[in-house]
C-alpha cells in the first residue's frame, strides 16, 4: 500500500487546527503532496440529500447497537445549514461514525477514490462506534478509513479528564456550585474547545488515520509515541503535545514505507 497524495478538508470554524500547518507537516514528515480543501461538505456542493442522511446517521440510544431513523425536517434543516457553519455547541449531537464515514466515502468522486489517494475530512460532529464488550457507544476522535473522520469534538471530549475532576464535579453539582472554579482548577490538564495547542493534537490523529491506511495499525503501545491511543486527556496531551513525536520503532516503519513508494 502506498500514498501518492493527500487531501485535507478544513473545518473553519475551528481554526486552531492550522490546517495550511498540518498539510506543510504532512509533507516533510511523508514526502508527499497534501492539498488543502475547503469544509468537505461546502467543497462538493451537498445537498438536503447529504443532510437527510447525516440526520439519519444519528445515535439516540447510546446503548444499543444503531438503527437509522426517519429524521425530522428540523433535523435535515439543522444538517443542511450545518455544512458551512457547524460550530461547537453545548448540546452535543451524537453520531454513527462508520455511517458518516460512509456518507464521505460515497460522495468522493471516482477519479479521486483510488487506495493511493487519501482524504482527511475534519468536522466538529461527534462521531460514536458501538462497543459489542460493554454494550455502549463511545465517542472517537478519529475514524481510521479512507476517507479518515477527525472530529475536533471528539479530541476534547472523548478521551477522559483526570478521575479528579469527576468526582470535584458530581459533588459541585449536588451543591449547586458552580463549574468555572472547577475547570480553573484543572486547566492545563485536559483540552477545551478552540485550544491553542489543538494544531499539535491533530499532526497525530492524522498519521493514525494514515499509519492505519497504510500498515492496518494507526495506534502504538507506548505513551511516548505520538501514535499513542490516548484514553485519557493527560496521556494525550502527553503523547502529542509535551512530546509529539514518531516513537523508533514507527521512525523506522515510517523511513521503510518512504523508501518503497
Known sequence: MRISRIFLYDEPSVPEIKINNLAKFLEETLGIPVLVRKNFFLHFKLDSNTAYKLASSRVFNPH???????????EINFEEK??????????????????IQNIVQNTIPEEESS??????????RLGCTYDYEDCRYHGRAVI???????STTGIIEAPAKPRAYYLIMQHSISQGLNLDALKDKFRGKFLEYHDTNLDKVVRGYALQAIFYHLTSEPFCDSKDCILYNAHWQEDLI???INLG???EHHRGILESIKKHE
Open 238 to 240: 502527553h503523547a502529542q
Open 82 to 99: 450545518s455544512f458551512g457553519n457547524n460550530s461547537e455547541s453545548s448540546n452535543i449531537v451524537l453520531y454513527d461514525g462508520f455511517e
Open 64 to 74: 444499543s447497537p444503531f438503527e437509522p431513523h426517519t429524521p425530522t425536517e428540523e
Open 144 to 150: 481510521c478509513a479512507n476517507p479518515a473522520i477527525i
Open 115 to 124: 487506495q493511493d489517494t487519501f482524504h482527511i475530512a475534519f468536522t466538529t
Open 245 to 247: 513525536k514518531l516513537c
